[in-house]
C-alpha cells in the first residue's frame, strides 16, 4: 500500500513515500527523511496515501449554505458544470473542475430557494436535495432556540 508524508487537517498531502536501498523511507520528490520532512512540517506523519486523501476529502467539504439566484443562474450559466439533474421543483448541478481529488462546488435549488456547497462529484441528484433539506430543518430549529 502507498504511504505518503501528511500533516493532518491540511487540505493537501505533502509528498508520497518511497524506499531507499538502505531501507530509510524518504520523500519521492525531494529524497527528505521523516525527520527532516517534520523539521519543514511540523505535524507531519507517514501514513497511507489513502488514509490522507479521505482525511483530506473529510475536510474539503463544507455544509450547504444559501446563496441567492443571481450567484445561482451566473454559475449555471458562466461556470463549465456537469450533471445537471433536475425531480420536480429540485435541480442542482457540479462544476466540472474538482477543488481536491473528488471534492467539487455543488449548486442546488430547492423549491424557492438556491444553495452551495463542496462535496464529492459522484453525489447523487436526491442525497444533494436531501442535504439542503436537513440544513434547512437545521437552520429552522436553531433559529426557533435563539427566539
Same mark, same amino acid.
Given at each position: 500500500?502507498?504511504?505518503?508524508? %501528511? /500533516?493532518?487537517?491540511?487540505?493537501? !498531502?505533502? $509528498?508520497? /513515500?518511497?524506499?531507499? &536501498?538502505?531501507? +530509510?523511507? +524518504?520523500?519521492? !520528490?525531494?529524497?527528505? @527523511?521523516?525527520?527532516? !520532512?517534520?523539521?519543514? %512540517?511540523?505535524? *507531519? !506523519?507517514?501514513? @497511507?496515501?489513502?488514509?490522507?486523501?479521505?482525511?483530506?476529502?473529510?475536510?474539503?467539504? @463544507? /455544509?450547504?449554505?444559501? #446563496?441567492?439566484?443571481? $450567484?445561482? %443562474?451566473? &454559475?449555471?450559466?458562466?461556470?463549465k458544470?456537469?450533471?445537471?439533474?433536475?425531480?420536480? $421543483? =429540485?435541480?442542482?448541478?457540479?462544476?466540472?473542475?474538482?477543488?481536491?481529488?473528488?471534492?467539487? #462546488?455543488? %449548486? *442546488?435549488?430547492?423549491?424557492?430557494?438556491?444553495?452551495?456547497?463542496?462535496?464529492?462529484?459522484?453525489?447523487?441528484? $436526491?442525497?444533494?436535495?436531501?442535504? +439542503?433539506?436537513? @440544513?434547512?430543518k437545521?437552520?429552522?430549529? =436553531?433559529?426557533?432556540k435563539?427566539?
Amino acid at each position: 500500500m502507498k504511504k505518503a508524508f %501528511y /500533516v493532518p487537517n491540511r487540505p493537501w !498531502i505533502i $509528498d508520497d /513515500v518511497r524506499v531507499r &536501498a538502505d531501507g +530509510v523511507e +524518504v520523500s519521492e !520528490i525531494h529524497g527528505l @527523511t521523516f525527520e527532516e !520532512i517534520q523539521t519543514k %512540517y511540523p505535524g *507531519a !506523519i507517514i501514513t @497511507t496515501r489513502k488514509a490522507a486523501m479521505d482525511a483530506i476529502e473529510a475536510l474539503c467539504k @463544507t /455544509v450547504p449554505r444559501q #446563496i441567492d439566484a443571481v $450567484d445561482y %443562474y451566473y &454559475a449555471k450559466i458562466a461556470l463549465k458544470h456537469t450533471s445537471p439533474e433536475r425531480n420536480g $421543483d =429540485n435541480e442542482s448541478f457540479k462544476l466540472s473542475e474538482k477543488t481536491n481529488e473528488r471534492v467539487t #462546488i455543488i %449548486y *442546488a435549488k430547492v423549491g424557492e430557494s438556491y444553495w452551495t456547497f463542496r462535496d464529492v462529484l459522484e453525489m447523487s441528484h $436526491d442525497d444533494i436535495a436531501e442535504r +439542503v433539506r436537513h @440544513t434547512l430543518k437545521t437552520n429552522s430549529l =436553531n433559529q426557533e432556540k435563539v427566539a
